[in-house]
């Protein structure tokens, strides 16, 4: 079972910057694909980035390439989200997720996909 935790979140002004963490609990984390989600009121859940396990492919959703970069630290069993040149548009609350790998990849886009999820952490954007 992998239980995550996510934190991070906060509120910053427009151009400013976040990191997000994700700890996991769990021997077989480092192999999992993980993926950030964020869901901002009245829209649906969306996939902001995605990690494998392996080999440490990524995909981002287009609206955060060349900001947010993803990545992971298997001996702290934790992944990131840094978060640069953030826009009011960024502001939702900011999921991580994680799927085995023997049934999920990379992309892994889709909120289904994934079977473990954290509680979610705030993150707000002033213009």
């Known amino acids: 079972q992998v239980q995550l935790v996510e934190s991070g979140g906060g509120s910053v002004q427009a151009g400013g910057s976040l990191r997000l963490s994700c700890a996991a609990s769990g021997r077989t984390f480092s192999v999992y694909v993980v993926g950030w989600f964020r869901q901002a009121p009245g829209k649906e859940r969306e996939c902001v980035a995605t990690?494998?396990?392996?080999?440490?492919?990524?995909r981002y959703l287009d609206s955060v390439k060349g900001r947010f970069t993803i990545s992971r630290d298997n001996a702290k069993n934790t992944v990131y989200l840094q978060m640069n040149s953030l826009k009011p548009e960024d502001t939702a609350v900011y999921y991580c997720?994680?799927?085995?790998?023997?049934?999920?990849?990379?992309?892994?886009?889709?909120?289904?996909?994934?079977?473990?999820w954290g509680q979610g952490t705030q993150v707000t954007v002033s213009s």
């Open positions: 990690i494998s396990g392996s080999d440490g492919r990524t």
């Open positions: 997720a994680a799927g085995s790998p023997r049934t999920i990849a990379v992309p892994a886009t889709r909120v289904e996909e994934y079977d473990h």
